[in-house]
């Protein structure tokens, strides 16, 4: 399913304490046009290198208002990665994911094991991954479990 949303504003803070260390926050507020539900939503980021080994975690609020059914008032999430760089053409990456759709009842689920390859000097990057799904798929981004690749050109 995908949402339009209209009126929508907000803004995103950050800081970055070094050139690969970030942390921030963001809100937004907006009406989802399918629904006329108003929402507002927080986040916040962060991002920490420790050598070869880089973490990274995203969590996210929003409260829904308005006459429409849904399963719950708000929605959440929490997303958290670490990538480690065995070479720095190959990385191993560990992902989890956490998502409480206000249209469903039941969560969405899903790890992920992936790895990387940057030749040196080619933007390109090769992609291989498994991904686990658990729970109800979220409405707005209907993954599955299994052996997914994939192939991007930097331009």
Avoid: C
């Avoid at 070869?52 to 995203?58: A, F, M």
């Avoid at 308005?66 to 480690?84: K, N």
């Avoid at 560990?94 to 933007?123: F, I």
């Amino acid at each position: 399913t995908i949402r339009n949303f209209h009126n929508v504003i907000g803004g995103h803070i950050s800081r970055s304490p070094s050139m690969k260390d970030k942390f921030g926050a963001s809100f937004q507020h907006g009406q989802l046009i399918e629904t006329g539900e108003l929402f507002t939503l927080f986040g916040l980021d962060i991002s920490q290198s420790f050598g070869k080994l880089t973490l990274q975690s995203e969590a996210i609020t929003a409260k829904f208002s308005g006459t429409a059914t849904r399963a719950h008032d708000a929605e959440s999430g929490l997303f958290a990665l670490a990538d480690y760089a065995i070479t720095p053409q190959w990385h191993g990456i560990v992902e989890g994911e956490y998502y409480q759709d206000h249209t469903n009842t039941p969560s969405s689920r899903s790890t992920m094991l992936a790895v990387n390859y940057k030749p040196n000097g080619v933007p390109v990057v090769w992609k291989l991954e498994y991904i686990h799904q658990a729970g109800v798929p979220a409405s707005i981004a209907n993954i599955r479990t299994g052996l997914k690749g994939s192939l991007s050109f930097f331009f």
